[in-house]
């Protein structure tokens, strides 16, 4: 890293697009189906909000770029070009930046995947959510097993860096028929894979049907052998639903897990900044409010434990100016640790396997 970097503090950016070509019947995500949309428009508004945001954040280096969604992937890549040129028009990029965009196989094409690499994105997302034709059909996707492939093909093909996201423990999906999907996504030699139980959120068509996901304990024993088969198999588990080795881990996800300031641009992203001493939580279009450190040691905890490296209580307490020990309820995690939940040292705490499976529950004992 060049000397001028070394102290800089890192710093992230995600862009939300929030079109799709179709919504799918399990997604509470913001997004909307529009025919015309204006994208220059929108580009235009995107590139006054990374001036408004460079201006507090001046003394930064870029690490990550992102760009969610929605389907980023409908964003023409002349675009993702304009805006990545301003990005390092304005701030210092981290020698390896990673740029990633999410892509649903619905827009893929061999020339799109070309133009987006020489537009600047370096890392590939790939929305393939299952690896059967039944279960695609009944996510509502509108790519079918052979489009499937062949994006992920061309994703290999033209980028080094890559990933997909599958959607599983699908209602009755028996656990041996998971098993041989994962075994087929861990062959084809992509760098990372991030993994979705499959959530009915309300609002969406299936709670609106009253689909069941799998029940609980089948779910968790799904969870289980999927952490134990990738780790075996050259992925292991970084955060609760991601698994990579360690050079490929997402430089942006973790950002966001490990307390790291970022800016969110668009229509529902949202964003983290330390500005002038004061921590920032701000929201579309460029509202700040002060998060208090309380709050902010909450969220840290949350994010945090989802890590398989757990916490670092140095670093907490830097971030927060709070003594980590002395903000964690002692007695409930002397319990949570004697039960086997957690890990517990001078210097980290992190969940155990068994621990992940009940993080969220963990993480209330820790905050009350
Ligand atoms: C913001 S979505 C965008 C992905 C992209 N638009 C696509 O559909 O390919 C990111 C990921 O969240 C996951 N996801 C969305 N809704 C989910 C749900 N209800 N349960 C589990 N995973 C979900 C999917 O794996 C999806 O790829
Ligand atoms: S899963 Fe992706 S494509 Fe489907 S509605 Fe959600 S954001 Fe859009």
């Not at 966001?256 to 229509?267: A, N």
Request: hydrophobic content about 35%.
């Amino acid at each position: 890293m060049p000397d001028n970097l070394k102290k800089t503090k890192p710093l992230a950016v995600y862009f939300h697009w929030p079109y799709c070509k179709s919504k799918c019947p399990y997604c509470d995500f913001f997004k909307r189906v529009e025919k015309n949309v204006n994208q220059q428009e929108i580009i235009e508004s995107y590139l006054a909000d990374l001036s408004y945001y460079h201006k507090l954040t001046a003394d930064r280096a870029v690490r990550s770029v992102f760009f969610g969604g929605g389907t980023p992937s409908l964003i023409e890549p002349q675009y993702i070009e304009r805006l990545l040129r301003k990005i390092s028009d304005l701030w210092k990029l981290e020698k390896n930046v990673e740029i990633t965009l999410e892509a649903n196989p619905n827009t893929h094409s061999k020339t799109l995947f070309n133009n987006l690499k020489n537009a600047g994105i370096n890392r590939l997302s790939l929305g393939v959510q299952a690896l059967n034709e039944q279960d695609l059909r009944f996510l509502g996707r509108t790519h079918n097993l052979k489009a499937a492939l062949e994006s992920i093909e061309d994703v290999l093909h033209t980028f080094d860096n890559n990933s997909i996201d599958l959607i599983y423990a699908r209602p009755n999906q028996p656990l041996e028929s998971w098993l041989s999907e994962l075994e087929t996504a861990a062959s084809f030699g992509l760098k990372h894979l991030s993994l979705y139980q499959l959530t009915i959120e309300d609002g969406t068509v299936f709670f609106k049907k009253d689909i069941k996901a799998l029940d609980e304990e089948k779910a968790a024993q799904m969870y289980v052998e999927t952490v134990d088969f990738l780790r075996k198999n050259g992925y292991p588990r970084y955060e609760v639903s991601n698994f990579a080795p360690k050079p490929f881990e997402s430089k942006h996800n973790k950002a966001y897990w490990l307390g790291d300031e970022y800016i969110g641009i668009g229509e529902s992203a949202h964003g983290r900044l330390n500005v002038g001493g004061k921590f920032m939580a701000y929201v579309h279009p460029k509202k700040g409010e002060i998060l208090s450190n309380q709050m902010r040691a909450q969220e840290l905890l949350l994010m945090g434990l989802r890590l398989e490296e757990g916490i670092d209580k140095t670093r907490f307490e830097n971030q927060v100016g709070i003594n980590f020990d002395s903000f964690i309820n002692q007695k409930n995690l002397k319990e949570l640790v004697a039960c086997g939940f957690l890990s517990n040292t001078a210097q980290n705490l992190k969940a155990t396997d068994k621990g992940f499976l009940l993080l969220d529950a963990i993480t209330q004992k820790l905050c009350f």
